[in-house]
Each structure stands twice: as structure tokens, then as C-alpha cells.
């Protein structure tokens, strides 16, 4: 007999040996009907594997995120033995789980179509149908190499031939179809149900090489039932109506082009809502302790050797020699032999220099340090996403020194205010994680239990509680993740806060304590929203480009019905203006639905329509954004309302 710890503590005594389905049937048959897989002491498991010891179990259900990832994982093999039997010398590389989804890269001479999505997954379909069953086989690494090279499966081979020599090769058998995988896998193929969905084709290099050759990829998603599908294609196709992109050109925010890849064209109007944000964020810094600061935005590379930057994060750095360029047409350009600058891709190393100029008491402490700093990081081309992700941004960025106890204090001071400027923007759904070590980091494992333990113990002072992030830590710090909801349900990693022992050591950032000795400062690293232009990307999407009145663009039209009411129509701006608003007057000589309907996509706020009726009352008709009716009001109402709504939140 063994004794297995099931998740709610609870112990089940069994007779051993026994696999993962039978130990679901012993607890329930519906339970085993729902199964998928099982961790044992954690470990993720196939239902066929055998339990002999004593252990800690969880059965793994379908509709779990273990289960739903265990199900995409399948779906991509069935995807890849579909394209095999409808397209024959196609090659597969490899096909891993994504977020809501998966993918795998094939090597094929002919490309794929569009059209071809929808054979391949009507041949998904059949292969479920078949209920193929899938079993495990461990090979030796050169009988596997020798195989797959056979079979003119070379990407495989090489994949395979990567692998330590002596080393067991785990391969995954579905009927007669059969793939390299560590697993586990769904019993059969039955099992993976049809929620599945191919969405797009892309092209991928081998290895994510340029300098290998291409392959193509084929996307697709996975749920655990028909109605989670549907939801999912729901949301992305509202998602796709909220592109900040398309949205941003309607309304003439910004643009993109290819002679500045992952930088920022603001134009007039976005960079309204760019200025609005930064000085709101900046009053509420100022309120709350923070002293302004400005740094240089090219440094020597020694700056980033001493910091750790250079060894961890040089490939993100944009490198510049420290020389003079020559000019003459027939030599080069650059010598080659000048020292090497980076140009910023965070502010922290330089915020330490200010810190460390003079001496340092703990009756300083704490010192909140900000900057609004212009950081560029050298993103792959690929990687780039719009304002979502680019090489040139701006932080709402911020370095707290403080004592080691201070760490609590500090901590409750940030979380307060970060959710107080969350619900200003109309945030309410916040999801914390904990972010711990990774493989590459720099210090010492102590310090870094340490400084997750503090980190932990600080927000759980906070009463918010939070989920760990697994080894997702930045090089130098375990660090707080402030994930939001937007108004279509998808999240995104925003404020982050991070408790960092090593740079201050590694940068000699000390103080005087109170018995006299020198101390090293510890430093927090925190951001609110993160980079500007990253967030209004997601206020664009979570709004629809109908941004609150406070950070419209535009945030009133006066449209005139027909000339005799233009000359009204000018006082009517002055005196919005006059109050704060930013107006426009719209005098042509258009239709006034055309008018408005032009307005409506430019998503201004309100229309405010004057005829010579209104001119004639001293009275607007005011229609709303996404609102058919309008409402006639007294100008003075009018100016006072909208005056109180574009007011931003912090000011109120």
C-alpha cells in the first residue's frame, strides 16, 4: 500500500502499482472521464504512468490551465501529423504552447495558403475522430538521429543530434504518426475534443536565426470546450475593431515608418494625450514625495560593465564608438578602435550617480528619485508591435532609496498610490504577482532569498494578495508585476516594483546609518504605468479610441448648422476655451450629419451643434459620443459641465 496527498491535504491510502487513470477512477469515474493528466510531486505526468510510492497527486481535468496548455500541446501534434498526411515531404521543426494558443514551424518548398487553413483542420477533425491512440517510447539518441534523417526529417535530426550523447530520446507515437516530445501527452486523440481553431500563417527562421533559412508557421488556439472557443474568437475580433494602430490613424494620433523602426511619429493630437498623461502622472509623483530628476542618454560602457548591464542586457543596448565620424567618401566611416557608449535602455545605473554624489544619511532616506527618461532598447525588428512595444520610450520611472527598514513602509506607499492612479484611468481589475529568480542572475542566492522574502512579507502587509511568478525575475531583482483587465478581458503587464540589493552594492550607493556605519542602500525600482507609450496603446484598446474627456485630444466641436450661426459659433469656442477645453470649430459648409458622423470617428467627446435657433437662445445642442440623442442647454450649463468633466481626476 502507498499513501497519495491529493491537493486539499487529504490522504488516500492505495494499492500500489497503480497509473493516473486508475487512481481517478478509485476517486471518481466522472473525475477520471475529465482527466487528462497527472502531477506527481508536481511534475506533470501522463495518465499512463505508473504510481509506486508514496506522493504527492492532482489529477489534471481538462478545463484546468494545466489541462487547457496539455491541450494545445496536443492540438499542435495533431495539427502537424494533418499537414503531413495532406501536403507529403513537408517537414516538422518544432510546435510549442503559446499564450491561448499554438503553433509549429514547418519546412516546405511550396508555400502554404490561406485556404489551406481550413483542409488542415477538417483533416484535424478526422484525426480526433480516428481516436489515434498516443503512447510513449524512449529510443537511443542515435537510433533516433539515424531515423529521423531516414525518414528526410533533417530539422528533427538536428534537433535530436543536439541532445547529450547516452541520453534517453523521448518519442510520442499517434497511430502511425510520431514526433521527438518530452510530453506528456492526452491518452488519445479523441481525447483533444474539436475546440480548436487555426487562426494565421507567418514565416519563422530555423532556430529564430536570420541567418538561417525560412520556415513557415501555422498559428492556431485551443480550448477545452466549443463555448471557451467562441468566447476567445469573440474577444479577438473585438480586438482587432480596438487595433490602436487603425485607431490611432482615424483619429491622427501617430504614426510608423521604416526609417525609424519601433519609434514614435506623435502627431498634434496623440501627442495631447501624451503630454496630458505625463503631466498627470507627474503631479501625482510630485504629491507624493518624488524629486524630478534628468539624465544623460549616452554613457560610457564602462557605466554598464560596473552595473552588471553589459554582460546581461548588452544585446538590448543600442552601441555607439566614441569618435568622430570621418567624411571623406574612399575610407571608412568609423576606425574601429574608439571606445564604446550604449545608449540608455533604463535610468537606474544613472540615478545611482545622483545619489552618490555627497555623502548620504539615513535621515535622508527615503529619497524617491524620478525621471521621465527617454530609454531605447534594440528590439528585434519582429518583436515590434505598434505602441505596444517599441526601441523608443518613456517611463513613468522612479528609484526609491531606502533602509532596510523602510523596505514595508515604502512598499504600502507605492501599492496606495499605484492603485489610486489605476482607477483613475478606469483600472479596477489588478492582478499582482510575485516575479522570483532566474537562471542568469546577478548576486548571490542569500540576497536573493532575501530580497523575496521582504518583497513578499511587504505586500502581504498591503493586504492584497498576489500569485508567484516562477524564475521570472529581472537579473537584478525579484520584482512586483501589476497586471490589468481591460474592457474586453485581456490583461496586461503594467507597474512593476523591484527590490534590488545588488545594483547599490555593485555601484557603492551607500549611507551613513545610525550608529555611525556605512550601509548599503537598498534600492526599489518601480514604474506605474510602465512607458508611456505603451499605455496609451492599451487606454486606446481598452477605450476604443473614446478616451476619458480629461485626455481627449479634442474634447468639444462647435459644428454650425448652417453661416448665419458662424459668428455665435466662434463665442461659443472662446468661451469653452476660456474655461480649459480644448475646441475646435467646424464652420464648413456640410451637412451637419455629415458633420457629425465625421466628428463621431474622430472620437470627440461631444458635438455641440449651433444653428440660428441656438444663437438667437444663447443655447447648444449637445450630442454625445456613441449617443443618437442630443440635448439642448444653456451655453453657461454647457461650459460649466464640460468644464467639471475634462477636469483630470487628480484635480477634482
Not at 492603485?419 to 479596477?428: E, H, K, L, R
Not at 542566492?445 to 511568478?469: C, P, Q, Y
Not at 472620437?603 to 459620443?625: D, F, M, N, Q, Y
Amino acid at each position: 500500500m502507498i499513501n497519495l496527498k491529493l491537493p486539499d491535504d487529504s490522504v488516500r491510502e492505495v494499492e500500489a502499482p497503480l497509473d493516473g487513470l486508475a487512481f481517478a477512477e478509485s476517486i471518481a469515474k466522472s473525475l477520471a472521464k475529465k482527466a487528462v493528466a497527472i502531477k506527481i510531486d508536481g511534475q506533470m505526468k501522463d495518465l499512463s504512468t505508473v504510481i509506486d510510492k508514496d506522493a504527492a497527486v492532482e489529477i489534471v481535468t481538462r478545463e484546468t490551465p494545466d489541462g487547457v496548455d496539455l491541450l494545445r500541446h496536443d492540438a499542435s501534434h495533431v495539427m502537424a501529423e494533418a499537414v503531413q498526411e495532406l501536403f507529403p515531404g513537408t517537414q516538422v521543426t518544432i510546435g510549442p504552447v503559446i499564450e491561448n494558443g499554438f503553433y509549429y514551424d514547418f519546412a516546405r518548398a511550396e508555400p502554404f495558403k490561406a485556404e489551406d487553413l481550413e483542409k488542415i483542420e477538417q483533416r484535424m477533425r478526422e484525426i480526433v475522430d480516428r481516436d489515434e491512440t498516443i503512447t510513449r517510447e524512449v529510443w537511443d539518441r542515435d537510433e533516433a538521429v539515424a531515423y529521423f534523417r531516414k525518414i528526410g526529417e533533417h530539422y528533427k535530426a538536428e534537433i535530436i543530434a543536439s541532445i547529450p550523447g547516452g541520453e534517453p530520446v523521448s518519442i510520442y507515437r499517434q497511430g502511425n504518426w510520431l514526433d521527438l516530445c518530452r510530453g506528456p501527452h492526452l491518452p488519445s486523440t479523441g481525447k483533444l475534443g474539436k475546440a480548436f481553431k487555426l487562426t494565421k500563417l507567418a514565416g519563422a527562421y530555423w532556430r529564430g536565426d536570420s541567418r538561417n533559412e525560412m520556415l513557415q508557421r501555422i498559428y492556431g488556439t485551443c480550448w477545452a470546450t466549443d463555448a471557451d472557443l467562441k468566447a476567445y474568437l469573440t474577444m479577438v475580433e473585438e480586438a482587432e475593431k480596438r487595433d490602436h494602430r487603425k485607431i490611432g490613424q482615424e483619429m491622427d494620433l501617430y504614426h510608423f515608418q521604416p526609417e525609424a523602426q519601433g519609434s514614435v511619429f506623435w502627431h498634434p493630437k496623440g501627442f495631447v494625450i501624451y503630454n496630458q498623461l505625463e503631466a498627470y502622472i507627474r503631479r501625482r509623483l510630485n504629491a507624493s514625495g518624488y524629486r524630478e530628476v534628468k539624465t544623460p542618454q549616452l554613457m560610457a560602457s564602462k557605466f554598464w560593465e560596473q552595473s552588471g548591464h553589459w554582460g546581461k542586457y548588452r544585446e538590448n543596448m543600442f552601441v555607439v564608438p566614441d569618435e568622430i565620424p570621418n567624411t571623406e567618401d574612399d575610407a571608412p566611416v568609423l576606425s574601429g578602435d574608439a571606445d564604446l557608449m550604449a545608449i540608455k535602455p533604463m535610468n537606474c545605473p544613472a540615478h545611482v550617480q545622483i545619489f552618490n554624489q555627497g555623502i548620504k544619511s539615513y535621515r535622508d532616506l527615503p529619497m524617491r528619485m524620478a525621471e521621465f527618461g527617454c530609454c531605447h532598447r534594440n528590439e528585434p525588428h519582429g518583436a515590434l508591435h505598434g505602441l505596444m512595444r517599441v526601441r523608443q520610450m518613456t517611463q513613468d520611472d522612479a528609484h526609491i532609496f531606502c533602509t532596510e527598514e523602510q523596505i514595508q513602509s515604502e512598499t504600502e506607499h507605492f501599492v496606495n498610490l499605484l492603485y489610486a492612479v489605476y482607477q483613475d484611468m478606469g483600472f479596477s481589475d489588478v492582478v499582482i504577482k510575485l516575479a522570483t529568480r532566474p537562471q542568469n542572475f546577478g548576486g548571490t542566492i542569500e540576497r536573493w532569498d532575501a530580497a523575496e522574502k521582504a518583497l513578499g512579507d511587504a505586500l502581504r502587509a498591503t493586504g492584497h494578495d498576489f500569485v508567484i511568478a516562477e524564475g521570472e525575475g529581472a537579473f537584478y531583482a525579484p520584482k512586483l508585476e501589476f497586471h490589468l483587465k481591460d474592457a474586453i478581458g485581456r490583461s496586461w503587464q503594467v507597474g512593476t516594483l523591484q527590490l534590488d540589493y545588488v545594483l547599490p552594492e555593485r555601484l557603492d550607493a551607500t549611507y551613513v546609518a545610525e550608529d555611525g556605519s556605512r550601509k548599503y542602500a537598498v534600492m526599489l525600482h518601480r514604474a506605474i504605468l510602465g512607458t508611456l507609450e505603451r499605455f496609451i496603446g492599451i487606454m486606446i484598446e481598452s477605450c476604443a479610441g473614446k478616451m476619458p474627456m480629461w485626455l481627449a485630444p479634442v474634447q468639444a466641436v462647435v459644428a454650425t448648422i448652417t453661416s448665419e450661426a458662424d459668428e455665435y459659433a466662434v463665442k461659443v469656442a472662446e468661451e469653452l476655451r476660456a474655461a480649459g477645453l480644448r475646441v475646435e470649430l467646424d464652420l464648413r459648409n456640410e451637412k451637419i450629419n455629415y458633420k457629425v458622423r465625421e466628428h463621431s470617428v474622430g472620437k470627440v467627446p461631444a458635438i455641440l451643434v449651433a444653428g440660428k435657433r441656438e444663437a438667437e437662445e444663447g443655447t447648444v445642442s449637445v450630442r454625445r459620443l456613441g449617443s443618437q440623442d442630443q440635448k439642448t442647454m444653456a451655453l453657461a450649463d454647457v461650459v460649466k459641465a464640460l468644464g467639471d468633466e475634462a477636469t483630470p481626476p487628480d484635480l477634482k
